[in-house]
């Protein structure tokens, strides 16, 4: 068996590498694999260091609640003897004055308190209904859509590109479109930030139009 390198992205690990280190050879660069071990902050983080090398995600029983917990040792020995399959997530990217972002999970689009976003949606270049007010737009991956798009439409999809409206005055029915659909959120009144998963938020205003399209290239989880 080639001993393959192994990066690993978790706030445990020492407990992670005391799995690893009987199967992998532990790097922080260049791996052919990336444990994420921790929660789904953990998985988007570790996608972010390492865009496109295959992730090991393993939840800890401290962000487990309720989940059927995975032995880690086994996982790992599993992947190391090639019992495994790979699974190709689709990725979002967000363009705002000239700043990209690419997501996993979600694109959220939201207000910055007191003022409301009005705003209007467009894909592919077809506006949606009128003008909106409320707290802004979500736009999720499938893999995404069991996070903030499911706590706002409580439904989830797995196909496409998910849109769902975020508490607006004039109630919208969300929307799944396909995953090559280009969309574009215009904002004209208010002030909120763009924010791409976990990372650091870009500021929007009045005027600013957030592009939103399938990104080039997609993650790659590994299934047992």
């Given amino acids: ?34 444990l994420a071990y921790g929660g789904d902050g ?8 390492y865009p496109n090398v295959p992730k090991i995600f393993v939840k800890h029983k401290s962000s487990c609640s309720g ?18 399959k790979l ?8 363009e705002v004055n000239g700043k990209k972002m690419v997501a996993l999970n979600d694109v959220n689009i939201h207000y910055s308190p007191p003022e409301a976003l009005r705003f209007f949606v467009y894909v592919n270049n077809k ?6 007010i409320g707290d802004g737009v979500v736009v999720a991956t ?8 499911k706590s706002i439409t ?23 479109v396909g995953e090559n659909s280009k969309i574009v959120v215009k904002i004209t009144r208010g002030s909120g930030v763009v924010v791409a998963d976990n990372q650091k938020p870009i500021k929007i205003k009045k ?17 047992i």
């Avoid at 080639?2 to 690893?20: G, N, R």
């Avoid at 699974?87 to 967000?94: D, G, N, P, Y």
């Fill in 1 to 34: 068996m080639i001993e393959m390198k192994l990066a690993i992205v978790s706030k445990f690990e020492s407990e992670a590498i005391a799995a690893a280190k009987k199967y992998f050879t532990i790097v922080s660069y260049n791996p052919d694999f990336v």
């Fill in 42 to 49: 953990t998985l988007l983080f570790a996608e972010e260091l």
């Fill in 67 to 84: 989940c059927k917990l995975l032995d880690l040792e086994k996982v790992l020995k599993k992947v190391a003897n090639g019992e495994y």
């Fill in 87 to 94: 699974k190709e997530l689709v990725k979002l990217e967000a």
């Fill in 127 to 132: 506006k949606v209904n009128g003008e909106f």
């Fill in 142 to 149: 499938p893999f995404g859509s069991s996070a903030y798009f």
């Fill in 154 to 176: 409580r439904g989830t999809f797995s196909k496409g590109i998910g849109i769902a409206f975020n508490n607006t005055t004039n109630p919208q029915k969300p929307k799944v």
């Fill in 207 to 223: 005027g600013d139009k957030i592009k939103i399209k399938k990104y080039k290239t997609r993650a790659k989880l590994v299934v």
